[in-house]
């Protein structure tokens, strides 16, 4: 799980990389024979190689677009772009808040001219709220506006969902509510961040882990993500 992307070594920290570290890691993946998929080709199937993989970038920043995509196009790599409908041409501004100038989001235009052999679009929320504090009617209304911009817009954009913020209900009868508006809207895959590499078939469709790499991480600590998942310390 990636999400921006900067020029400069020294902003290479948290959730942006910089391009140095992300070409040594993408090389890394290709020279050493994994496979990358888009969310929607392992949909359905029932076996994979150990050495699959998907990538993704969230928030479908400009700096993506900038610096993302020639790398994937160079190591000829695949990846899923999760958007935040209610903020294309505009920026992050939930990080940010509303008065600051923080990443721009590609615009609608600029989604259209993303390589579709080598980017995928998927889902991340319209508001890019947080899920568990939602009821269901606010859930649903999300989910009704972003179908609604992907067909006024004809965006081809595959139904799975990326949680904003890793978050959505995990205990009760709020995790089976949340659950059951997915199956109606017809979202085939949800992913939440995680500790752990998946182990295939999906036990649970709907949370489905995400490892996210730092901008900090040495390539020793991608390769060791790559294999098992999360450090931890004990």
């Known amino acids: 799980m990636y999400h921006n992307v900067s020029s400069s070594d020294?902003?290479?920290?948290?959730?942006?990389?910089?391009?140095?570290?992300?070409?040594?890691?993408?090389?890394f993946i290709s020279d050493n024979g994994y496979v990358s998929y888009f969310v929607s080709e392992i949909y359905g199937k029932t076996e994979i190689s150990?050495?699959?993989?998907?990538?993704?970038?969230?928030?479908?920043?400009?700096?993506?677009?900038?610096?993302?995509?020639?790398?994937?196009?160079?190591?000829?790599l695949k990846a899923t772009f999760f958007i935040?409908?209610?903020?294309?041409?505009?920026?992050?501004?939930?990080?940010?808040?509303?008065?600051?100038?923080?990443?721009?989001?590609m615009t609608i235009e600029q989604l259209k001219t993303l390589d579709k052999d080598i980017i995928e679009l998927g889902h991340h929320s319209f508001f890019h709220r947080k899920y568990a504090t939602l009821t269901a009617s606010e859930i649903q209304e999300d989910l009704d506006k972003s179908f609604e911009l992907i067909t006024q817009n004809d965006l081809?954009?595959?139904?799975?969902?990326?949680?904003?913020?890793?978050?959505?209900p995990k205990k009760g009868v709020q995790k089976e509510v949340?659950?059951?508006?997915?199956?109606?809207?017809?979202?085939q895959m949800a992913f939440r961040i995680g500790?752990?590499?998946?182990?295939?078939?999906?036990?649970?469709?709907?949370?489905?882990?995400?490892?996210?790499?730092?901008?900090?991480?040495?390539?020793?600590?991608?390769?060791?993500?790559?294999?098992v998942g999360?450090?931890?310390?004990f």
């Open 10 to 27: 020294a902003k290479s920290i948290g959730l942006t990389i910089s391009i140095a570290k992300l070409e040594e890691q993408l090389k």
């Open 50 to 76: 150990r050495k699959s993989l998907i990538i993704t970038f969230d928030d479908v920043t400009e700096n993506q677009l900038l610096y993302a995509l020639p790398l994937l196009k160079k190591y000829h």
């Open 84 to 105: 935040p409908f209610s903020y294309l041409g505009q920026s992050d501004l939930w990080n940010q808040g509303i008065d600051a100038s923080g990443e721009k989001i």
């Open 156 to 168: 081809k954009v595959f139904p799975a969902l990326a949680y904003p913020y890793g978050n959505y």
């Open 178 to 187: 949340f659950f059951q508006i997915l199956e109606k809207n017809n979202i």
């Open 195 to 227: 500790n752990r590499v998946n182990r295939f078939p999906f036990k649970n469709k709907y949370e489905i882990q995400r490892i996210d790499v730092k901008g900090e991480d040495s390539l020793l600590t991608f390769k060791w993500k790559l294999r």
């Open 230 to 233: 999360k450090l931890r310390l």
